[in-house]
């Protein structure tokens, strides 16, 4: 069993910069895609980026294209979202993924999320 908890939400003004990020415990998941998906309030939640397990390859949602980066740290059991440009529409609870796929299609652990408030 993989235990996921996110750190780094929290509120910050249009235009500002956020760095979340999402240790794994209980096992491993350096053979596992891992990445980000959020949900607003009133909306389903959706895809946002993931990475490859050995960090070579990155996707993203086109929205966020440009200004968000993730990355990770095997060795920490870590993946990482730095949020750039900041937009009111980037608002939402962030949550932590680690499954298979280019998009995370199949996600067998989810983390139980982080609050990203973007102000104006």
């Known amino acids: 069993q993989v235990q996921l908890v996110e750190s780094g939400g929290g509120l910050v003004q249009t235009g500002g910069s956020l760095r979340l990020s999402c240790g794994a415990s209980?096992?491993?998941?350096?053979?596992?895609?891992m990445g980000w998906f959020r949900q607003a309030p009133g909306k389903e939640r959706e895809f946002v980026a993931a990475?490859?397990?050995?960090?070579?390859?990155?996707f993203y949602v086109d929205s966020v294209k440009g200004r968000f980066t993730i990355s990770r740290d095997n060795a920490k059991n870590t993946v990482y979202l730095q949020m750039n440009s900041l937009k009111s529409e980037d608002t939402a609870v962030y949550y932590c993924?680690?499954?298979?796929?280019?998009?995370?299609?199949?996600?067998?652990?989810w983390g139980k999320g982080t609050l990203v408030t973007v102000s104006s």
């Open positions: 993924a680690v499954g298979f796929g280019n998009t995370l299609k199949r996600v067998d652990y």
């Open positions: 209980g096992r491993t998941v350096s053979s596992y895609a």
């Open positions: 990475i490859n397990w050995s960090g070579s390859g990155t």
